[in-house]
């Protein structure tokens, strides 16, 4: 079967031109349609979001009867985090805390979509989404952070297991650990090119492949591709990056 799965830093919805616009979200969204839209940057209730909740309001404009919201931070006024919205059932939802000593809070957010086959069977998926921090060594400790969590520990190999989000991981340090460590073939790299990436960052003008997705299990990499809508440069400081698997 096929599953379309698209990560996105949303910024909050609040575009380069500092407007808040969630239809252009929505829209972007909309038009790439995957069956699992992983987002970070997601308000609940903060008057910088007009005290929306982000994740609720994108799942009921775009129809997604599932979704689920990972917080990691409380402000003066509201949450935000990460956010998973899907087409197929999410069974079980965490969050991992990725915070490194008094740095700035940050989380991975893990669900269990039971993705399901017009057969009618069905085929649990192992999804964490998550949004790293700003330096090297506070990245790596955070991936030392998820390896040991239960929740990503307990995962075999042989299981259906997506890691895709914000990985601010300019100089693809991180992806020797993933890929060569944790068995992660990544659908944003070239293959044999640890420091080539799909540029997501800036929006406007990328430099740099922030936003990746890595893979692992009976799942077939067929296309990916970051967003090449002319709305993306502005809607938010990251682009969307799309990619389809086949669940073999």
Known sequence: MRLRVMTYNIHRAIGVDRRFRLDRIAGIISHYSPDVALLQEVDQGAPRSQEL???KELAEQLEYPHYELGLNTTLRR???GNATLSRYPI???GNIDLTVDVRKRRGCQHTTILAQKQS?????VEVFNLHLGLSAWERMRQVGILA????FASVNRETPCLIAGDFN???SMLHPVFA???GFDCVTHKPGAYQTSLRTYPSFSPKGGLDRIYYRGPLKSELAHACRLAVSKVASDHLPVIADFELT
């Open 169 to 171: 991981d300019w100089r």
């Open 120 to 124: 009618g069977h069905e085929h649990p």
């Open 78 to 80: 509201g949450r935000w």
């Open 180 to 182: 060569d460590v944790m």
């Open 53 to 55: 909740d982000l994740a």
């Open 91 to 93: 069974v079980n939802q």
């Open 148 to 151: 040991q969590a239960p929740e």
